[in-house]
């Protein structure tokens, strides 16, 4: 699988709009953009997924560029609740190991009132 | 409501016990999987199951059991021959084993502390 470069951490108003940013040069064009997110002590929770068209819905948006080297989660209006760890990966459909998931250091979105 | 469910979320054992840590998803899905996570680091995958009465050891299976005797319940043990058993555990399911859609949903996760 790809790999994938995240900032470590990122702070964002309450109310505002959080765009994390994700890029994944090498990703090959049967790789999909997941993103999943993990609050302190819980399980990972899936946000969003997409290939190459630009996805939306009822908790974020996912802004992939053209050329697919990197992507954009968009947290519309942030609230303290969604203070997590961000991770975004990239994973094939077709491969024996596609099944795994393979988190980073993810970044860290701390939003304050 | 549908989801995963994990048990207890804090477990404490002393060095040299089994201990049994449990998952169910009413979630009617085919696919179960068993991660391990450590402080500041991401996941590790130990065991899958793709169906019923099958099971598959993942990066890190040393020292862990499963059984899958129902597609529901796919409990592990983590046995005394696991050299460093303290960390996070975390539970998931996803609805086909293979496919481009297979997002896992997870439970709440079972932290162990071996002392």
């Known amino acids: 699988d790809a790999k994938t470069t995240q900032p470590t951490s990122m702070d964002c108003a309450e109310g505002r709009a959080a765009n994390l940013p994700c890029n994944h040069s090498t990703i090959s064009g049967n790789e999909y953009v997941y993103w999943y997110r993990q609050i302190h002590s819980q399980g990972p929770q899936y946000i969003i997924h997409?290939?190459?068209n630009n996805e939306t819905n009822e908790m974020a948006s996912l802004i992939i560029t053209e050329d697919r080297k990197s992507s954009t989660l968009i947290l519309p209006h942030a609230t303290l609740r969604d203070t997590a760890v961000y991770y975004c990966?990239?994973?094939?459909?077709?491969?024996?190991?596609?099944?795994?998931?393979?988190f980073g250091a993810g970044t860290t979105v701390t939003v304050r009132a | 409501d549908g989801g995963i469910t994990q048990s207890p979320k804090y477990l404490f054992r002393k060095e040299g016990q089994n201990v049994t840590l449990s998952c169910e998803q009413n979630?009617?899905?085919?696919?179960m999987y068993w991660y391990r996570q450590d402080p500041g680091q991401g996941l590790r995958l130990i065991y899958y199951s793709q169906i019923v009465n099958d099971f598959q050891k993942g990066d890190i299976a040393e020292g862990y059991s499963v059984s899958r005797e129902k597609k529901e319940s796919f409990p592990l043990t983590v046995t005394s021959a696991q050299k460093n058993p303290t960390a996070f555990y975390l539970c998931a399911s996803s609805i086909v084993f293979s496919s481009s859609y297979n997002e896992q949903f997870f439970g709440p996760g079972t932290r162990l502390t071996v002392l």
């Open positions: 979630l009617n899905h085919d696919a």
């Open positions: 997409g290939l190459k």
């Open positions: 990966i990239v994973r094939a459909y077709g491969r024996s190991n596609d099944y795994k998931l393979s």
